[in-house]
């Protein structure tokens, strides 16, 4: 386990900065009731095996006597690296994007399985949307529940989706909360 | 009282000639009427000669005369009784009293039947016996001339009537006989009869109609006791049948006949075929029972509050969507767990901000419980040794939003020397063990488990749960608790394990605060073990409709390991020698001999790793240890007065609480 290097600190917060843009000061700074101690401490990124985690200061301060082969895993892992060296987020992030979100979408009931099979998101499905969404901003997809099931990357932007017909595309998919069943192995 | 007067009184009235009272058709004189149905019952009198009869009549029906208003009643009663009656005898008696004894006999017959099957009638008994008295006092005159003619008549049929008593009597000793008979039939088949049942595929009713008869036998013996068929025998036979039936290798079902009685037994036989009710664990970091009560049941879930006692829980009884499957289950809203799984993260009771250890936290149920109860503060170390299941470990705790958990990947018993001894608050050890508890689960364990297998799990078991003990920090503020937890319904598995922990560290059980759960055994067989092992509480699919557990909550006294009583200073760095003396000494005084090889063996364990620890301190420790070697005979007795003040604490503990 280690603190991640410059590069891969800004190629993280790169893709932070899409989904949750000007709350990523929150996300760096919140304050964190974990550990033993009474007074809270901090979070941080930390780089183990390829993945990034997203831990408070006092877990990593005693994770430390667990060696590299043995430790699995530290409070919230967001991501991880490819080989080629870019940096994907997992839908184990979710929790964090999703009370940061600066763009949302919610779908209607019907569409729910779809997205959650892994299909994009249709205009037919859409039930609501955050106005000012660019194409290429990260969006996280939400029930109308408000329940969070995942995020993508926005196709269009917000008044062109309005323009669609129903079965544009609107969200390309990137990750959802059904790959806890389908793709177990690979988290 | 009155009923053994009466049946004496009644007795002694059998000499006089039958009168039915339940045959009103066959009226014979008044006198007779009370007196016929009880002596009929009785088995055959002696005739007493006839005026002593009449003598006893009277005396003995005075006192009945006391009560004037039931037996006037009772004699009109009687009065339209005895008109009706001779009546009807009145046509029959003309024709010829004798050649209606058959007929009077066969409706002897059933009115015997109905007399048998009544009982005794005592109370139409008292009745006639109150309506014969005045009408017996009045006819007493008129009634002297036909006496002799009705007395042979009556003898007559007191013979055919004390005749079918007998008959009736042999049958159903017969009967009596061909039960048991059939029990002996069933419960000990031959050698032969045994060979030809294993010849081909088993016999199924039979077999179960065998197992039923057993289990009424075993449990009143006496009563249904097969001649020549000892109680072991019995056992044996239902335990091969059990096996057979119910699909159980002979080693699983010889222990659990031994822990339970045969009715118990064969409740918990059937509760193991049957599944028990799904339930699952509302994550309270997200969302609230009544919240996620409301949305699965839009969803066409039927379901209801699991009990009184958990305050999370819900039973699930039937679905239209897959319950593992729903969004609300893949957002981490709840997570589908048995209803005993909630038993040991309730007993340990964390609180925010603690330390806790779960030594064996895959797929990772209890381990988010834990995090909930804490509200994502304090710090949870949850490891797992087989790699496959770290990833599903891991997958529960993200799906539910757990945040201050570290997942490692050791072998339990290693974790005291990686997160240092003495540092923790809690320690939750769910035991890997052998699965008797969870058979409705997994059918599997019923054939597969045999004795070795139980013995390596009780081995590991016990290392386990004194490397948990060491964790802990016995001077913690707000915890000094290990919580031990296995499915497992054995003995050796369960008690025994905790009561090795007890004479190996210096801990106490404490209250589980699971109080609906049945004590855990104090003595088993052979076995005596300290008497605080009432604390512990098991649970059991037949009787509280969740799997078989076993749980168990200890407190840390002090830091130290259970052998010295004296320096605190030389303790811990001389705990080896202490500790292998004082096992000597010990392992002579205990009865149990089959811990001393389970302590040798990690008595040498301790021995070469804390032979390197001492080796690696100061040179201080050594000679220190050749002083104490020298003063062995000094231990010796400040040991045993130590031990002989315990015992006399324990029993006065044990005063105190009776």
């Known amino acids: 386990m280690r603190p991640l290097d410059e590069t891969e600190t800004t190629v993280v917060f790169e893709k932070l900065f899409k989904f949750v843009g000007n709350n990523l000061k929150k996300i760096v700074e919140n304050p964190s009731d974990e550990g033993p101690e009474s007074t809270p401490g901090s979070y941080c990124f930390r780089l183990q095996k390829n993945r990034v985690y997203y831990v408070s200061e006092a877990l990593v301060k005693r994770a430390t006597n667990i060696s590299r082969k043995n430790l699995v895993s530290l409070g919230t892992c967001i991501g991880k690296y490819t080989h080629a060296g870019s940096f994907h987020l997992t839908i184990m992030s979710l929790n964090i994007l999703a009370a940061n979100a600066k763009h949302k979408v919610w779908l209607k009931p019907t569409s729910e399985m779809s997205f959650l099979y892994g299909n994009h998101v249709l205009k037919g499905g859409l039930g609501r949307i955050t106005d000012s969404i660019v194409p290429g901003d990260g969006v996280v997809v939400f029930s109308m529940s408000d329940v969070p099931l995942g995020f993508g990357i926005a196709a269009k932007s917000t008044q062109d989706c309005r323009k669609l017909d129903p079965n544009g595309i609107v969200v390309l998919h990137q990750a959802d909360i059904g790959e806890y069943l389908r793709d177990e192995d690979e988290l | ?658």
Request: glycine share 6%; hydrophobic share 30%; net charge negative.
């Open chain 2, 1 to 658: 009282m009155p009923a053994l007067t009466r049946n004496k009184k009644k007795g002694a009235k059998s000499q006089t000639p039958p009168t039915k009272q339940v045959t009103k058709p066959r009226t014979p004189p008044s006198k007779t009427q009370s007196k016929p149905q009880t002596t009929t019952l009785k088995k055959g009198a002696k005739k007493p000669p006839l005026k002593k009869q009449k003598k006893e009549v009277v005396v003995e029906e005075e006192p009945l005369e006391e009560d004037d208003e039931v037996v006037s009643d009772a004699s009109i009663d009687s009065e339209s009784e005895e008109l009706d009656e001779s009546d009807d005898e009145g046509g029959k008696g003309s024709n010829g009293f004798f050649s209606d004894d058959e007929e009077e006999n066969d409706d002897d017959d059933e009115t015997l039947g109905d007399d048998f099957l009544e009982g005794s009638g005592e109370e139409e008994e008292e009745e006639e016996e109150e309506e014969e008295g005045p009408s017996d006092v009045g006819s007493d005159s008129d009634s002297d001339e036909d006496d002799d003619d009705l007395v042979k008549q009556s003898e007559a049929i007191d013979r055919k009537l004390a005749k079918q008593k007998a008959d009736a009597d042999a049958e159903q000793q017969e009967l009596n006989k061909q039960d048991e008979s059939e029990h002996d039939a069933f419960r000990l088949p031959t050698e032969e009869e045994l060979e030809e049942e294993a010849r081909g595929p088993p016999d199924l009713p039979l077999l179960k109609t065998r197992i039923e008869d057993i289990v009424r036998a075993l449990k009143n013996f006496k009563a249904f006791r097969p001649a020549g068929a000892t109680r072991k025998e019995c056992v044996e036979q239902l335990k091969a049948d059990l096996g057979s039936y119910y699909g159980y290798n002979s080693f699983l079902i010889g222990t659990l006949v031994e822990m339970f009685p045969p009715g118990e037994l064969m409740e918990l036989i059937e509760a193991f075929e049957k599944q028990r009710p799904t339930s699952i664990r509302t994550n309270t970091l997200k969302t609230r029972r009544r919240d996620l009560a409301d949305v699965l049941l839009n969803r066409g879930v039927n379901l209801d509050p699991l009990s009184k006692w958990s305050k999370v829980g819900l039973v699930i009884y039937d679905s239209q969507v897959p319950i593992g499957a729903t969004p609300e289950y893949l957002a981490g809203y709840y997570m589908l767990q048995g209803a005993s799984s909630f038993l040991p993260v309730m007993a340990l009771a964390p609180r925010e901000n603690e330390r806790i250890v779960d030594v064996a936290a895959a797929p990772g149920g209890k381990t988010t419980y834990i995090a909930a109860l804490m509200k994502n503060t304090g710090l949870i170390y949850a490891n797992e040794m087989k790699v496959p299941r770290l990833k599903s470990l891991t997958a529960n705790l993200h799906r539910m939003g757990v945040t201050n958990t570290i997942v490692c990947n050791y072998d339990g018993r290693e974790l005291p020397k990686v997160l240092g001894q003495n540092t923790v608050d809690r320690v939750l050890l769910d035991a890997p063990c052998s699965g008797t508890g969870v058979i409705s689960k997994d059918e599997s364990v019923k054939i597969s488990k045999t004795a070795d297998e139980i013995k390596k799990f009780a081995h590991l078991q016990k290392q386990l749960i004194l490397a948990a003990i060491d964790m802990v920090d016995a001077n913690s503020k707000t915890g000094g608790y290990i919580v031990y937890s296995t499915c497992s319904l054995m003995v050796a598995e369960n008690e025994a394990v905790i009561d090795y922990a007890l004479k190996k560290r210096d801990v106490k059980l404490v209250t589980c605060g699971l109080d609906f759960g049945r004590k855990g055994f104090t003595r088993f067989r052979e076995h005596r073990f300290q008497p605080s092992l009432d604390k512990t509480r098991r649970f059991y699919p037949h009787v509280h409709n969740m799997d078989g557990f076993f749980v168990a909550k200890l407190k840390k006294m002090s830091n130290m390991t259970k052998s010295s009583e004296d320096d605190d200073e030389a303790v811990e760095t001389v705990e080896q020698d202490e500790v292998s003396d004082d096992d000597d000494d010990e392992a002579e005084a205990i009865e149990e001999n089959r811990n001393k090889e389970r302590r040798t063996k990690s008595k040498e364990d301790k021995r070469s790793k804390k032979d390197k620890k001492s080796k690696s301190e100061n040179g201080n420790v050594e000679p220190k240890a050749r002083k104490q070697k020298k003063k062995r005979s000094e231990w010796k007795n400040e040991i045993a007065q130590a031990r002989e003040e315990k015992r006399i604490a324990m029993r006065e503990k044990a005063k105190e609480k009776k």
